[in-house]
């Protein structure tokens, strides 16, 4: 099976802006925004609820754990928000009711949470759009762990932070390509 493709900053910015002409901008953006910065699963994202990205004032937390029901293989894991995220986030939180903590972090269509496969969906209806052919509800994930590997984390903090059992797993997900090659030997 082809790895969803990774995106650099340009592209990236080319669909956080073509988010800003959908139907629901700001959620868009921000769901974007979890998955290249935060490196959640669509599931996961989608699975989200108010109360577990913002505190009992509406501000957003630096951390939040994420419950086994949320994740793949059943396993809570912590969640980093870096403060590029949480900036987003609390921008977010602006558009939304933030007095319900069990209600929907990102509410779709339909008003409750995302399914898991709505929410890929929704990343391949942007992609698609933005005329990436390759690139799925995967490929925030691992933009997110191929931009921390290339900044010098190690392979095991990126496991944790991606909740992988097995750092080779983890290892999969580092994407590798000509110009990084280039300037890996400009190191010496």
Same mark, same amino acid.
């Given at each position: 099976?082809?790895?969803?493709?990774?995106?650099?900053?340009?592209?990236?910015?080319?669909?956080?802006?073509?988010?800003?002409?959908?139907?629901?901008?700001?959620?868009?953006?921000?769901?974007?925004?979890?998955?290249?910065?935060?490196?959640?699963?669509? !599931?996961?994202?989608?699975?989200?609820?108010?109360?577990?990205?913002?505190?009992?004032?509406?501000?957003?937390?630096?951390?939040f754990v994420l419950r086994a029901t949320q994740s793949k293989g059943g396993k809570t894991r912590t969640?980093?928000?870096?403060?590029?995220?949480?900036?987003?986030?609390?921008?977010?939180?602006?558009?939304?009711?933030?007095?319900?903590?069990?209600?929907?972090?990102?509410?779709?269509? !339909?008003?409750?949470?995302?399914?898991?496969?709505?929410?890929?969906?929704l990343f391949l209806d942007i992609y698609k759009a933005c005329g990436f052919k390759d690139a799925s509800?995967?490929s925030g994930r691992r933009t997110y762990i191929t931009r921390l590997a290339n900044k010098g984390v190690? *392979?095991?903090?990126?496991?944790?932070?991606?909740?992988?059992?097995?750092?080779?797993?983890?290892?999969?997900?580092?994407? *590798?390509?000509?110009?990084?090659?280039?300037?890996?030997?400009?190191?010496?």
């Amino acid at each position: 099976m082809r790895q969803a493709q990774t995106l650099n900053e340009a592209q990236l910015r080319r669909v956080l802006h073509y988010c800003r002409s959908r139907r629901h901008p700001v959620r868009d953006q921000t769901i974007i925004m979890v998955s290249f910065y935060a490196g959640l699963r669509a !599931k996961e994202i989608a699975a989200l609820t108010v109360g577990d990205v913002f505190d009992d004032e509406g501000a957003v937390r630096e951390q939040f754990v994420l419950r086994a029901t949320q994740s793949k293989g059943g396993k809570t894991r912590t969640v980093y928000l870096s403060q590029r995220l949480r900036r987003s986030l609390s921008e977010y939180g602006d558009t939304i009711r933030l007095n319900d903590p069990a209600h929907p972090l990102f509410e779709s269509q !339909k008003g409750g949470h995302f399914s898991a496969n709505t929410m890929c969906q929704l990343f391949l209806d942007i992609y698609k759009a933005c005329g990436f052919k390759d690139a799925s509800s995967h490929s925030g994930r691992r933009t997110y762990i191929t931009r921390l590997a290339n900044k010098g984390v190690g *392979v095991r903090l990126l496991a944790e932070l991606a909740g992988h059992s097995h750092i080779s797993t983890t290892q999969r997900y580092i994407d *590798v390509n000509a110009e990084q090659l280039a300037q890996a030997v400009e190191l010496l």
